[in-house]
Every structure is written in C-alpha cells, then in structure tokens.
C-alpha cells in the first residue's frame, strides 16, 4: 500500500511541475511581448529594427515623416513615423532604410542583419534650408480691381455709419 501512494504522490508532484512550468512559459511570453507593436506581429527569427529620425543635433525629428525598407533594390516595407520612430521586423540580411521627412532632406542607413535579435537604428537628417527660406516680407494682400472698389465703398459707408449700404457693398 504504502509504494501505490508514493507512486500516487509522485504523480501529482509531476503534474504539478509541468503546470508550474507552464505558468512560468506563459509569463515568459507575455513579457516578450511589453510594446504595443509586439502584439500582433509574430517575430519568430526574424529581427526587429527600431528606427529613429534624428537631426544633426541629436533631438528626434517630430514632423511628418515616411522610412522606407528596400533589400536588394526592392521595396520590403514602409511606415510613417510616430514621434521620430518606426519599427519593421526582417530578415537577415543587407537593407537599405531611406527617411524623407518634412523640411528635412532626405536621409539613409545601410544596415546588415546577421542573426535575429532587436536592432536599434538612428538616421540623421539636415534640415533643408530651402523650405524654410521665405522670399521676404509678406505685403497687403491684392485685391481684384472690383473687389477692392466694393471694398473701398464698404469702408467708406462705415465711416459714414450707414450699415445697410456697407453690407451691401461687402
């Protein structure tokens, strides 16, 4: 009797240790998985590559940008930026990463993924003086010639404070 309950004890101790594994395997990936682009992409033994718009003076660019992923002269993935930042998840391999972003020129990085692991990646770009040049003082606005008579009738009924013929006029 008394080897059929220790057969019976290890048997639950057994069970015990597969589902205790289990739980631990559970948290395991739950914890893999702590950004909000891990979720629904499935890695497997492929690389991420997290990529980070920067200017020539270290802060993130912050406007309007697109990065692009090209192996081999072909398009393999784009994403716009959030906050300077973009993420793709890829093979091994060579890849070439273009960045355009707003009032920015255009920037890239060759990188090289030999095995799978998390890749951070920085591309600094130079802000393009030409789309911030302003070709000078902006002047009064131009009117059409009518428009600016019917304009000048306006002001000048106002000053005399007959509305109705100012609202006529604009």
């Given at each position: 009797?008394?080897?059929?309950?220790g057969?019976?004890?290890?048997?639950?101790?057994?069970?015990?240790?597969?589902?205790?594994?289990l739980?631990?395997?559970?948290?395991?990936?739950a914890?893999a998985?702590?950004?909000?682009s891990d979720e629904?992409?499935?890695?497997?033994n492929r690389?991420?590559?997290?990529v980070?718009?920067?200017e020539?003076?270290?802060?993130?660019?912050?406007?309007p940008?697109?990065v692009?992923?090209y192996?081999s002269?072909?398009?393999?993935?784009?994403t716009?930026?959030?906050?300077?930042?973009a993420?793709?998840i890829?093979?091994?391999g060579?890849?070439?990463?273009?960045a355009e972003?707003?009032?920015f020129?255009?920037?890239?990085k060759e990188?090289s993924?030999?095995?799978?692991?998390?890749?951070?990646e920085?591309?600094?770009?130079t802000r393009?003086a030409s789309a911030?040049?302003?070709?000078?003082?902006?002047?009064?606005?131009?009117l059409a010639?009518?428009a600016k008579e019917?304009?000048?009738k306006a002001?000048?009924?106002?000053n005399?404070?007959k509305l109705?013929?100012?609202?006529?006029?604009l």
């Amino acid at each position: 009797m008394a080897h059929s309950e220790g057969l019976a004890l290890g048997g639950i101790v057994n069970r015990g240790l597969v589902l205790l594994a289990l739980c631990v395997a559970g948290q395991a990936s739950a914890h893999a998985q702590a950004r909000v682009s891990d979720e629904g992409t499935f890695r497997g033994n492929r690389a991420e590559v997290s990529v980070t718009l920067r200017e020539r003076g270290g802060d993130v660019v912050t406007s309007p940008a697109m990065v692009k992923v090209y192996r081999s002269g072909a398009l393999i993935g784009q994403t716009p930026t959030s906050k300077g930042h973009a993420s793709f998840i890829l093979n091994t391999g060579d890849y070439t990463i273009p960045a355009e972003a707003t009032g920015f020129k255009p920037g890239q990085k060759e990188i090289s993924l030999t095995v799978a692991v998390s890749s951070v990646e920085e591309i600094f770009l130079t802000r393009d003086a030409s789309a911030t040049d302003s070709t000078g003082v902006p002047g009064k606005p131009i009117l059409a010639p009518k428009a600016k008579e019917s304009f000048d009738k306006a002001l000048q009924a106002l000053n005399d404070n007959k509305l109705d013929q100012a609202e006529k006029h604009l």
